[in-house]
């Protein structure tokens, strides 16, 4: 895994700077809208999951879920739960399918109040589109 560089950082500060307007924007609207857009995209991110990671795909299936399931947030709250432990001893079975090679990606490590270090990969950008 690789460090950001100089260039990379600046970047991340443009696209911050950019972004944090359209997100302040985004928070002043209509609380069901938000909700709505919440729900439509953790319907996107269930179905990323099931579909691009081994982890959630087996978990689900065994679980008897599938990505259409997901129409309310009463379905999204049936989902199993997941532990730090589930994530330290599968590590791998979370990454996306096609970026499990990928050189581009950047390793975090954690250890939280567990004082568990746990490993994340993750794209320089991350950040960013995550408070979108």
Not at 21 to 41: D, T, V
Request: glycine share 2%; net charge positive; no cysteine.
């Amino acid at each position: 895994m690789k460090s950001l560089s100089i260039w990379e950082n600046i970047v991340l500060a443009e696209k911050y700077f950019f972004e944090n307007r359209r997100i302040y924007n985004f928070l002043l609207q209509n609380p069901k809208k938000i909700k709505e857009f919440q729900l439509e995209s953790i319907k996107k991110l269930v179905n990323l999951a099931y579909t691009q990671t081994t982890f959630y795909n087996q978990l689900y299936k065994k679980h008897n879920i599938f990505p259409q399931d997901i129409k309310t947030w009463e379905d999204f709250y049936k989902l199993p739960t997941i532990t730090k432990e589930d994530i330290m001893q599968n590590s791998n079975e979370f990454i996306v399918n096609s970026r499990k090679h990928d050189k581009n990606l950047f390793l975090s490590k954690s250890s939280g109040s567990s004082g568990k270090i746990i490993e994340i990969l993750f794209e320089g950008d991350s950040w960013i589109r995550q408070a979108q």
